[in-house]
């Protein structure tokens, strides 16, 4: 039974890496090198929200270290992220991120944009740019 509890404890030890960025940075790297949009979306609001959670983790460690089943629900919520059959960090981006982005990034946006538009340099030109290219195409700097 000892043998069994080492290995059980060694396999969960690895389950949080392995999930959280193993896996995300091979599909991650597939994605980029895939010609569907679907899959980028996906990458990109994971990364986006696994950042998140750490930073928010950093911070909540006085409290979370409290919480012993802490790593084993951030571990099955991790996996709900990033499962491909769920979909979950598409989701969370679409019904909670971009619905913030829209309604506070949108007016600062907007006075920014009052403010410099006087102002169009060679570097805001190649962002616009950047921003436009299709998968596939690369500017020459």
């Given at each position: 039974?000892?043998?069994?509890?080492?290995?059980?404890?060694?396999?969960?030890?690895?389950?949080?890496?392995?999930t959280m960025l193993?896996?995300?940075?091979?599909?991650?790297?597939?994605?980029?090198?895939?010609?569907?949009?679907?899959?980028?979306?996906?990458?990109?609001?994971?990364?986006?929200?696994?950042?998140?959670?750490?930073?928010?983790?950093?911070?909540?460690?006085?409290?979370?270290?409290w919480i012993p089943?802490?790593?084993?629900?951030?571990?099955?919520?991790?996996?709900?992220?990033?499962?491909?059959?769920?979909?979950?960090?598409?989701?969370?981006?679409?019904?909670?991120?971009?619905?913030?982005?829209?309604?506070?990034?949108?007016?600062?946006?907007?006075?920014n944009r009052a403010?410099?538009?006087?102002?169009?340099?060679?570097?805001?030109?190649?962002?616009?740019?950047?921003?436009?290219?299709?998968?596939?195409?690369?500017?020459?700097?």
């Open positions: 039974m000892g043998r069994l509890w080492t290995l059980a404890t060694h396999l969960h030890s690895l389950a949080g890496p392995v193993l896996y995300p940075l091979y599909a991650s790297v597939m994605a980029i090198e895939s010609t569907t949009k679907v899959d980028d979306e996906q990458w990109l609001a994971y990364w986006i929200l696994y950042s998140f959670l750490t930073l928010m983790e950093m911070l909540l460690q006085p409290i979370l270290k089943i802490w790593y084993d629900v951030k571990l099955v919520f991790v996996a709900w992220l990033v499962l491909p059959q769920f979909r979950g960090a598409a989701f969370i981006y679409e019904k909670f991120v971009r619905e913030q982005i829209w309604k506070h990034g949108r007016a600062g946006r907007a006075e403010s410099t538009s006087h102002h169009h340099g060679k570097g805001d030109n190649k962002s616009v740019q950047f921003v436009g290219l299709k998968k596939g195409q690369h500017e020459a700097y």
